[in-house]
């Protein structure tokens, strides 16, 4: 069947949307969140030959980036941290771990095997930074399954509320696309752009890749087959002949809201490779504390920040300790606090640098974990890796990258969302640990029927009501990036700021890490001035 020629406002939806990425890229680009790392090598700094004194606030991976690099380069360096671990979100929920949110809460997880990662969960490859202290560190990596054309793209609005597998979408999407574009040709179209000799070419080109027929259409048919897949698979002897399976019709297509869902893989942040540390996220934070566990006084709650012209002092209670405010000083003092909790502290720090701190929202974004009896996923459906999208609550549901294949129970991260579309990320924040999971098994079980006789326990994290950040990073806008980063990241006397809010890469590992780097480059240097 040839597709229906769509109308003006349709083409006009088509090719809005196909620009959509670059669209999008470009405006998260100057954002921040798609930045490629400028890391190039390990840091050389000149050092300090008098003992010169740093007091790092949090021990996250910004913080102890820093404390790990000074303390080669002869710095006398000591870390605060409020938890009684370090890594902060770089961070693993495993069975036997908890915690309590903000309204008292308390959140459990009793998984028998599989983990949530409630912060960062994988590592774009031009992550440079992450991966040579990875190599240095000596963590683990294995592949991240970021797509995955078996799992499903999902609108409840459309297809009667049945999911489509990601490959058939794209496959689809792909090959109608080539059949208009030829028909433009053949038409004249693009006469003034495209020569004669280039338009053969081009038809030619759109015929290998949209899969067209000698008739420039795309169609059910064995080359289909053997892109898209099939209804009958080839087999052996006496079975049955393979049969190709039959595209989307071209209408329902164009309107069901799935393309979008595909764009999220085209997006150079998730180009692949993708990878994860084995056994969670959270090894990169435990590798990094492992190195600098000796400089890092835990359960040390900042209330005040004072410094003047020779020196910078830190009150503190002691969590554990009975509450006892304590005191210390140092030469300099490189405050990684998220900004979220920092606005709140008493500061001694310039108009400006006030202003700037406390200009910068914080993202409300949630996770779910459930953990199944089987990996029905991969058993009934094939789902082997990879990420299903929908336009439910939950937005997406991520199947596991490792352990794959075997036996018993597993984990999938069945809720995720970082923007307050539609109010989801700030509804999520309101629910209790057993209300969210609850939501997740209802909203999932429109995906996957299995949930609800396989379903075992479930976790979440709200970030929200995480006391130690109250938000999970963040979140700018062109607009306050222009009016108050530089301000965030310059000197304020002899008190800096580092961490993800203050680099271009927000929200991931590396934009830590390289704000940490960077901070004491500029530390150093004014030390050997």
Not at 45 to 53: D, F, I, R, V, Y
Not at 501 to 517: D, K, M, R, V
Request: with cysteine; proline share 5%.
């Amino acid at each position: 069947m040839s597709i229906t020629m769509p109308t003006r406002r349709q083409l006009l939806s088509m090719i809005g949307h196909a620009a959509g990425t670059t669209a999008m890229y470009q405006a998260m680009t100057s954002m921040g969140f798609a930045a490629t790392s400028d890391y190039s090598g390990p840091i050389e700094l000149a050092g300090s030959q008098g003992g010169t004194k740093v007091l790092i606030l949090g021990a996250g991976l910004a913080g102890l980036t820093a404390a790990y690099e000074l303390r080669k380069a002869g710095y006398d360096v000591k870390v605060l941290e409020y938890q009684n671990r370090g890594g902060g979100r770089s961070w693993t929920i495993s069975g036997g771990d908890s915690f309590t949110e903000l309204g008292g809460h308390d959140v459990d997880c009793t998984f028998e095997k599989g983990y949530l990662n409630p912060g960062p969960w994988r590592l774009p490859i031009h992550h440079y930074a992450v991966f040579d202290y990875c190599r240095k560190f000596n963590v683990p990596l294995q592949p991240f399954i970021m797509k995955n054309n078996k799992a499903y793209l999902h609108n409840s609005q459309a297809y009667g509320g049945k999911p489509q597998r990601i490959g058939d979408v794209e496959t689809d999407i792909r090959g109608y696309t080539s059949e208009l574009l030829a028909k433009s040709v053949q038409q004249g179209a693009l006469d003034e752009q495209v020569s004669a000799e280039d338009q053969e070419k081009l038809l030619e080109g759109l015929k290998g890749w949209g899969v067209l027929d000698k008739n420039y259409r795309y169609v059910t048919s064995e080359a289909v087959g053997e892109h898209r897949g099939w209804d009958v698979l080839p087999g052996g002897g006496l079975m049955p002949k393979a049969e190709p399976s039959t595209p989307l019709d071209f209408g329902p297509l164009l309107n069901s809201g799935l393309w979008e869902q595909l764009y999220v893989f085209n997006e150079y942040v998730h180009a692949p490779a993708m990878f994860e540390p084995v056994g969670g996220m959270g090894r990169i934070g435990d590798a990094f504390t492992e190195q600098t566990r000796d400089l890092i006084r835990f359960n040390a709650r900042v209330s005040k920040i004072e410094q003047n012209e020779g020196q910078v002092t830190v009150h503190y209670e002691d969590r554990e300790g009975g509450g006892e405010v304590m005191q210390e000083t140092a030469d300099y003092c490189i405050c990684t606090i998220p900004l979220s909790i920092l606005a709140q502290l008493e500061i001694d720090v310039s108009d400006e640098m006030k202003r700037a701190i406390a200009s910068v929202p914080y993202a409300s974004a949630f996770k779910v974990a459930l953990e199944f009896k089987r990996r029905f996923w991969e058993q009934d459906e094939w789902i082997v890796g990879g990420i299903s999208y929908t336009d439910l609550p939950i937005k997406q549901i991520a199947y596991p990258s490792y352990d794959l294949f075997e036996d018993g129970p597993g984990v999938v991260q069945a809720a995720y969302d970082t923007y307050p579309t539609k109010n989801y990320t700030y509804t999520w924040n309101t629910l209790t640990p057993q209300e969210r999971i609850e939501a997740a098994l209802e909203f999932g079980s429109r995906i996957h029927p299995q949930y609800r006789e396989e379903f075992i326990s479930g976790t979440s994290c709200a970030w929200h009501r995480i006391p130690w950040t109250l938000g999970c990073y963040g979140q700018w806008t062109e607009e306050l990036r222009e009016e108050h980063y530089e301000t965030l990241c310059e000197f304020d006397g002899r008190i800096a700021l580092a961490g993800e809010h203050c680099s271009h890469i927000p929200a991931w590992q590396e934009g830590a890490i390289l704000s940490g780097l960077d901070v004491i480059r500029r530390l150093d240097a004014r030390v050997n001035a």
